[in-house]
């Protein structure tokens, strides 16, 4: 806490002050078009990966970046229909990260037993995938595995966001377009799935 406290501290006193007129510009309001969904890991930051500003990206965040199917009345929910009712949302980002430890979990759920919440977030929202890539992809060496995993679950997750009636809408009207993500920790390189070639590939500009 008190790194956190030192931290405020120096925001409150030389940040701030700097971009006073930039933050209270930020009263009037926001207007974000990029829904950017991501894991709960802290070695995940949006803005950081993006070199986006503050107000530009409106952000979900959870355990496994997993999005439940329409219907489950969750905050994931609340949060992609307050996003786009309220704001003119063009994209939408599902970035998964390797060494993801909801992931890892998933391989292996009894190390969960001990947390229930847990255990059935993972077990529902991603297992089924798990036992997917083990009945194709049963012969690759675990490095391999964990990779296509998470690749297979971003994509399970668009999925999932095309089961929502508001995404839907807009994506017939071609004013939304949602896109895979996976972030490599180990490189920094970002890739992204190819609907035309059917495969992730770094994301260049």
Not at 30 to 37: K, T
């Amino acid at each position: 806490m008190k790194k956190l406290i030192k931290g405020l501290h120096k925001f409150q006193t030389k940040i701030f002050p700097i971009k006073k007129d930039f933050f209270e510009s930020l009263v009037k309001g926001q207007n974000p078009d990029i829904l950017f969904i991501t894991c709960s890991d802290s070695r995940i930051n949006p803005h950081l990966l993006t070199s986006s500003d503050i107000g530009e990206l409106f952000i979900i965040r959870n355990a496994g970046n997993i999005i439940p199917p329409y219907g489950q009345c969750g905050s994931e929910e609340a949060t992609i229909e307050f996003a786009i009712s309220k704001f003119d949302i063009k994209d939408i980002i599902l970035c998964g990260h390797s060494y993801c430890g909801a992931i890892e979990i998933a391989t292996k759920l009894d190390s969960a037993q001990k947390t229930p919440s847990l255990y059935s977030w993972v077990q529902k929202n991603i297992e089924p995938t798990v036992m997917l890539v083990k009945d194709n992809y049963s012969n690759l060496d675990p490095e391999v595995f964990l990779n296509i995993l998470t690749q297979e679950h971003a994509l399970k997750q668009i999925e999932n966001l095309k089961t929502y009636p508001i995404i839907n809408e807009a994506i017939s009207k071609n004013n939304l377009s949602l896109h895979a993500w996976v972030y490599k920790l180990e490189t920094g390189n970002i890739f992204s799935f190819d609907i035309n070639e059917g495969q992730f590939n770094i994301l260049d500009l």
